[in-house]
Nanobody
Framework: QVQLVESGGDLVQGGGSLRLSCAVS????????MNWYRQAPGKQLELVAA???????NYADSVKGRFTISIDNAKNTVYLQMTSLKPEDTAVYYC??????????????WGQGTQVTVSA
C-alpha cells in the first residue's frame, strides 16, 4: 500500500520561503509521476508543480521561477521549495503520485494536505 505524508506547511510572511516535504512509503519513484497541487478557499484544485519518471518538470505559470519540485531517491521524498511567497499562495497543498504497476496499471495516491498561509 502506497502512502504519502506531507509536512512543512506553516504561516510565513510575504516574501518568505518554505519547503514542503512528501514522504512516500510502499513504492519508489522509478515508476511514478509526482505532483504538488493546491486548493485555496473557494477555489478549484490547481496543479502547481510536476515531475515525471524521466525527471522532466513542469510548473503553473503563477509559480514559475519561485517554486522548485525535486526528488530525493535516498529518502523517498518529494520536495516543493517555495520562495518569494505571496498571499495568493495561501492554500492547502497536496502531494499526489501516479504509480504504474508492473502490469501497467496506473494508481493515483494523495497525501492528507498541509496548510500554507502567507501573510501580507
Amino acid at each position: 500500500q502506497v502512502q504519502l505524508v506531507e509536512s512543512g506547511g506553516d504561516l510565513v510572511q510575504g516574501g518568505g520561503s518554505l519547503r514542503l516535504s512528501c514522504a512516500v512509503s510502499g513504492s519508489t519513484f522509478s515508476n511514478a509521476d509526482m505532483n504538488w497541487y493546491r486548493q485555496a478557499p473557494g477555489k478549484q484544485l490547481e496543479l502547481v508543480a510536476a515531475v515525471t519518471t524521466g525527471g522532466s518538470t513542469n510548473y503553473a505559470d503563477s509559480v514559475k521561477g519561485r517554486f522548485t519540485i525535486s526528488i530525493d531517491n535516498a529518502k523517498n521524498t518529494v520536495y516543493l521549495q517555495m520562495t518569494s511567497l505571496k498571499p495568493e499562495d495561501t492554500a492547502v497543498y497536496y502531494c499526489n503520485g501516479v504509480f504504474i504497476s508492473a502490469s501497467g496499471l496506473a494508481r493515483n495516491y494523495w497525501g492528507q494536505g498541509t496548510q500554507v498561509t502567507v501573510s501580507a
